[in-house]
């Protein structure tokens, strides 16, 4: 069973930095093809942020954080990072890793249909 655990949130003020990590585990015979991260702040709808397509390399990004933020995938290819910067009050949400299914798959940053999440982390911007 695909297993996805983030880690790295906390509290930053506002222009600092933080990097997300996602370790991916359980792959057996399938890989997933989008790797990437949405967030999610109370109240408010769930956000896709970035995606990873894991067989070329290309990245998308929401408009909200272009510029700012970077996703990248580890050579093992078991983990994603999103490294987080001049980051903004607005920015504040729960953070989840997500990972294709055999059934998902990718639309621009959006991880879309079957997909694996983790437990999420927190990420708290202060002005």
């Known amino acids: 069973q695909v297993q996805l655990v983030e880690s790295g949130g906390g509290s930053v003020q506002a222009g600092g930095s933080l990097r997300l990590s996602c370790v991916a585990s359980g792959y057996t015979s399938y890989s997933s093809n989008c790797m990437g991260w949405f967030r999610q702040a109370p109240g408010k709808q769930r956000e896709g942020v970035a995606a990873f397509y894991t067989r070329d390399g290309r990245t998308y990004y929401a408009d909200s954080v272009k510029g700012r933020f970077t996703i990248s995938l580890s050579n093992a290819k078991n983990t994603v990072y999103l490294q987080m910067s001049s980051l903004r009050p607005e920015d504040t949400a729960m953070y989840y890793c997500?990972?294709?299914?055999?059934?998902?798959?990718?639309?621009?940053?959006?991880?879309?249909?079957?997909?694996?999440r983790g437990q999420g982390t927190q990420v708290t911007v202060s002005s």
């Open positions: 997500a990972a294709t299914g055999p059934g998902g798959y990718c639309a621009g940053f959006e991880i879309l249909g079957e997909a694996y």
